[in-house]
């Protein structure tokens, strides 16, 4: 495959940030003009103000984690959304339950990227085993596959006998959904005595891709393609033919932040996806995931031009409970802005004599008793807990995104 969606995913990247900065500003209006919750949130910003990522960062973000609450205070999407229920193509209830809400269009969870770069074509037929029924992967890949061209059988979930009759049956080229219920409809095929061959390439998400499964696909000569996304966001990045992380959508301005904070960390170091889409109905402004990621260096072999993630790395809450008391992300960052000495920390809870134990471990050029000694009451005055401070050299600390290290098993 060498070709591509659209000239969009080429484009320098000099280009593309100039102009989606250029777009940003009439977004940020908009939503502070039709989303309540925006309208508060951004009461005292200048959209004409936020015209490159540094001004971006100085904007609040919005949790995932706080989805649920905001919902149930100010029901049915917690005045996230721009536009009246009724005037939404689909609504969604995900676990929890968070609403999502679908907007009418083409495409409108950009997930046709995802397809194409995975081979889907107009004229393909491609068997969606995404959920259809309440939460939005279902209509989230078929709406993007009624894009590319593609027609769509919406198999859903379950049900795995039929589900291999029907590829036998229909002669699907494609699969689009989990990692590993693909596996499962090819080896009841199998079982039954099945022509299943017909699927030659697949597009999933929505969970581990392992390597039984990865060993079993390349086995028998499939293409396995991965995205990244969310419920509420959609396709966030995709993979390409290059195998070489996971290129950002277009449409999407991604962030990587230090977990617990907005503060974006220096390329190739772990931390949250953060992400801005341009949804007229739902505008999503500095969305914080909960997911961990990082940022490759350069650009994809394969041609496309935007940044890519390494891929899904963990979650990012680490909040703990030490003491019996909740220990969050955003204090040990708090900890640190408070001292801009240490460039890096990292919070190790422990257990020592029956008791829970908190060590700071701290990156810094330069060292010292009083130092130690006011990071020491920092620490205490911002967790209200005793803890004690070690320093290491810089660069020393792992690059996972971990902020909280709870080793107590």
């Not at 959609?234 to 992380?245: F, L, N, P």
């Not at 134990?357 to 990071?375: N, Q």
Request: proline fraction near 7%.
């Amino acid at each position: 495959m060498t070709d591509f969606y659209d000239d969009l995913e080429t484009r320098s990247s000099d280009r593309r940030e100039a102009e989606q900065f250029a777009a940003l500003p009439a977004h940020l209006h908009h939503a502070k003009d039709a989303a309540p919750y925006f309208r508060q949130l951004l009461a005292d910003i200048d959209p004409a103000s936020i015209h490159d990522r540094a001004s971006l960062a100085t904007l609040p973000v919005t949790r995932k984690a706080d989805l649920i609450a905001l919902q149930q205070a100010n029901p049915p999407f917690g005045g996230l959304a721009a536009v009246e229920i009724g005037r939404l193509a689909r609504v969604f209830a995900s676990p929890g339950p968070i609403h999502d809400p679908e907007p009418h269009g083409v495409d409108p969870w950009r997930s046709a990227r995802a397809l194409f770069a995975a081979g889907f074509r107009a004229g393909d037929l491609a068997h969606n085993c995404f959920a259809y029924h309440l939460t939005p992967a279902g209509s989230m890949f078929e709406t993007g596959a009624h894009a590319v061209g593609c027609a769509v059988i919406p198999a859903g979930t379950g049900n795995t006998e039929m589900q291999a009759q029907v590829v036998a049956s229909l002669k699907p080229r494609g699969y689009i959904g989990t990692p590993d219920f693909l596996k499962i409809i090819l080896e009841k095929g199998d079982a039954l005595g099945l022509d299943v061959s017909s699927i030659r390439i697949a597009a999933v998400s929505g969970g581990p891709y392992l390597p039984d499964a990865r060993a079993f696909y390349e086995a028998r000569g499939l293409e396995v393609y991965q995205s990244y996304g969310t419920a509420d966001l959609g396709i966030v990045a995709y993979e390409t033919e290059a195998r070489s992380g996971l290129v950002v959508n277009e449409g999407c301005i991604v962030e990587i932040v230090r977990p617990g904070t907005g503060d974006p960390v220096p390329d190739g170091e772990v931390g949250e996806v953060v992400v801005t889409i341009f949804n007229p109905a739902y505008p999503l402004i500095r969305f914080a995931t909960g997911d961990l990621s990082a940022v490759l260096p350069g650009t994809s072999p394969c041609g496309r031009t935007n940044m890519r993630l390494k891929g899904w790395m963990g979650r990012a809450d680490q909040t703990t409970k030490v003491k019996g008391m909740f220990v969050h992300p955003g204090q040990v960052a708090e900890v640190l802005r408070r001292h801009p000495q240490l460039s890096r920390g990292r919070l190790v809870v422990g257990r020592q004599d029956a008791s829970d134990t908190m060590t700071l471990r701290c990156e810094a050029e330069e060292t010292g008793d009083d130092l130690a000694a006011a990071i020491r009451e920092t620490l205490s005055s911002v967790t209200k807990l005793k803890g004690a401070v070690e320093f290491v050299p810089p660069g020393s600390l792992p690059n996972d995104g971990k902020v909280i290290d709870d080793t107590r098993g």
